[in-house]
Structures are given as C-alpha cells and as structure tokens.
C-alpha cells in the first residue's frame, strides 16, 4: 500500500523523528515530518513516484500541471510531473512560485510552465499542518484563473486549521476541492506503534501517549 511505503521511506531518509519539535505554528509536537531529508536522487525519486501513483488514481483523467510551493513543494512537483507524465502517457507540466517576484528577465513570481488561464491544476505539499501555505497560495492560483482540480500532500498531520476543522477538510470545503494525503499521522501511528519496522520499534506506550495528548489538544474535526 502507498501508507506502507511511503512511512518506510520516511523512517528510511530520516525525515519522520519522535521527540519535541516545534512547528510553524509554535505548536511543541512529539513527532517532526521534514522531506528536506529527501535529498538525493533515490529518495526523491521514490516519494514522488508515490505521489504519482495517488495523483493518476484520484485525478488522472482532469490533471494537466502541477503546482508545487516555495520551498519544498518545488521538487515535488518537479519530479511528480515527471513521473505521472510516464505514468498518464501524456505530458504534464509543473509550476512553482518565488518568495519574491523577479524584476528583471521575464520577471514575475511563477516559474515552469507559465499559466493562461484554464489549466486544470493539482497542489502537492509536502505536509499540512495549519493550513498556511494553502492560504498564501490561493491569492496566486485565483489570479492565474486556474482551475485547481485537486490537493495533495505527503502528511496530514490532522491537527486545526483557523477553526475547529482538521486544516486539510478546512482547505477541501473552503476552496471546493478534493484532497487527498499519501499518509495521515493516525495511519502513522497504527502501522508503527509497537511493530518493530526496520529492526526498530519508533512509537512505543510512552510515545503513543504523548502523540493521543497532542492530538487531544490540537486535533481538528476530520468530517
């Protein structure tokens, strides 16, 4: 299954840690997900082959571009689009965004395919948390009059968004699209807690604990 797989991968690179972390929103988490890990050719390659797999099975027949964010959304979408186009059998393109808009050269805050208007889009994130960078990234997509047809991200970490909704069913009922996660951290949790993966157990009593107290406190309604 992509859960599966794409938890192994994260043990794998690194990039999901049990501990104390404090996220954007200055929330102290006991488990950290960061794809920077993801910095080789290998692990890149295999994750956004996941995301390709999960974007073809739920959107294949609408998308045409991938939009990827600043920072870590970029060689998402670079490598997803890369991947699906071999998995749809047709091309399909990839945009991201700059912190600051160019003034020189062709100028402007998007870079990749550059958009006309009308393009049928799926977002890839690497993880959602608060829901952030999918309000900063509304302004963007609505004046390139876009047609987002689908979100996904890597982790949803299933905490609040700006109100009692899961951030991720925020973002679904507000923009009126469908999401989709390669994992959520309740999966996380049932696949590793006391399960000895990679010669190790990762979520033990003590961890499984602190995690059920996080949620308790920062969990959002899912449906």
């Not at 049990?18 to 997900?33: A, C, D, H, I, M």
């Not at 974007?55 to 979408?77: D, H, Q």
């Not at 999966?187 to 003590?206: A, C, P, T």
Request: hydrophobic content about 35%; glycine content about 12%; overall charge neutral.
């Amino acid at each position: 299954m992509v859960q599966d797989r794409y938890i192994e991968w994260l043990l794998r690179s690194g990039a999901l840690r049990f501990g104390e972390f404090k996220t954007k929103s200055g929330r102290l988490s006991p488990y950290f997900f960061n794809t920077g890990c993801f910095d080789s050719g290998q692990s890149l390659g295999g994750i956004t082959e996941l995301y390709a797999e999960v974007i073809a099975e739920r959107f294949g027949s609408k998308v045409e571009n991938l939009f990827g964010p600043a920072y870590k959304g970029i060689p998402l979408a670079v490598m997803t689009s890369y991947h699906l186009s071999r998995n749809l059998g047709r091309d399909i393109s990839y945009t991201f965004n700059r912190k600051e808009a160019k003034d020189h050269g062709e100028g402007g805050t998007l870079v990749g395919r550059l958009y006309c208007g009308g393009e049928r889009v799926v977002l890839v994130e690497d993880v959602v948390t608060g829901g952030t960078s999918f309000r900063e990234m509304r302004p963007i997509l609505e004046s390139s009059k876009v047609e987002v047809v689908g979100i996904v991200v890597g982790v949803d970490r299933q905490e609040r968004g700006t109100d009692e909704r899961a951030a991720l069913l925020q973002v679904a009922e507000d923009w009126r699209v469908p999401t989709a996660s390669l994992v959520t951290v309740s999966e996380v949790v049932s696949r590793l807690h006391n399960r000895e993966i990679l010669g190790r157990v990762w979520i033990d009593d003590v961890i499984k604990a602190r995690i059920d107290d996080y949620l308790a406190t920062y969990g959002g309604r899912l449906k």
